[in-house]
């Protein structure tokens, strides 16, 4: 393994850290919810009329922000190394697993562990392991 030093930008990555964790944090004070993408896209497609509004712009606010941030600054190139049968299976395998896991990353990861949840201690456990078995077995048991 090696690092592309050129690219390596840690204050870049710390600061958005920062304000991931800010924002999760003022979510869950200000309204008294967990920002997980897959609750809130969930929800918006099966939610009661008083919900409607916050997910929408929940939603809106994630598709935004990249184009926003493009009127100030490029964005970064987008390489995918992967077929379009790859690419469905993948988001069907993440769909299934946040089903199963009440959750997925950054409402377990993000918001459950900062919540010092058992729950989504162990669901972020099982995350990562499914990651770290997924990359393992593509780039080196298949040589992909």
């Not at 800010?22 to 099966?46: E, H, K, Q």
């Amino acid at each position: 393994m090696s690092i592309d030093w050129r690219h390596f930008t840690p204050l870049a990555a710390l600061a958005g850290g920062v304000l991931i964790g800010t924002a999760a944090a003022m979510f869950a004070l200000l309204n008294g919810r967990i920002a997980g993408i897959s609750g809130v896209l969930g929800g918006l497609l099966g939610a009661s009329r008083g919900d409607i509004a916050w997910r929408a712009a929940f939603v809106l606010g994630l598709v935004a922000a990249p184009w926003i941030h493009s009127l100030f600054a490029a964005l970064p190139t987008v390489r995918i190394d992967a077929g379009y049968g790859a690419l469905i299976l993948a988001g069907l395998l993440v769909g299934v697993g946040t089903r199963y896991a009440a959750g997925c990353t950054s409402g377990h990861g993000v918001c459950g562990l900062a919540r010092l949840s058992p729950r989504s201690l162990v669901a972020t456990a099982a995350f990562m392991t499914a990651g770290f078995a997924t990359v393992f077995l593509v780039r080196h048991l298949l040589g992909a």
